[in-house]
């Protein structure tokens, strides 16, 4: 019998945490207590004032995909190494089409992070800024 590593799954969210979203943590929280590793991405921090008790119980870590800051140079610093460690980058750059350069940078980002944390499955729920990284 052959051992696997365990699945390791990104969830990308467009804010978390979110107080409105309970169903989201209720999924993660099934997820970890089946062994699944999650680790959650959000493009944005969270606003809300409060939260559910349940996002307590959650252990996956959280990285905010943050871009106030970022400005051309950035931009074209994480372009250039993206281009040096994905294969085809540069050809494949036209397919993301008229996003924008901040869900540009995210997407960066989010595969440069997957990549080195060895995330397989990426999984967003709605047709928002987050699916579109």
Known sequence: MTDFPPMRVGYVLKRYPRYSETFIVNEILAHEAAGLEIEIFSLLAPNDTHF????????????????????????????????????DFWQKLGAFG?????????????????????????????GTAATSV
């Open 98 to 126: 008229e996003e924008g350069a901040f869900n540009l940078y995210r997407a960066i980002l989010l595969a440069q992070a997957s990549r080195e944390r060895g995330i397989r499955h990426l999984h967003a729920h709605f």
């Open 52 to 87: 559910q008790d349940a996002i307590a119980r959650v252990r996956a870590p959280v990285t905010y995909l943050r871009t106030d800051d970022v400005g051309p140079l950035e931009l074209w610093s994480a372009l250039c190494e993206a281009g040096t460690v994905f294969p």
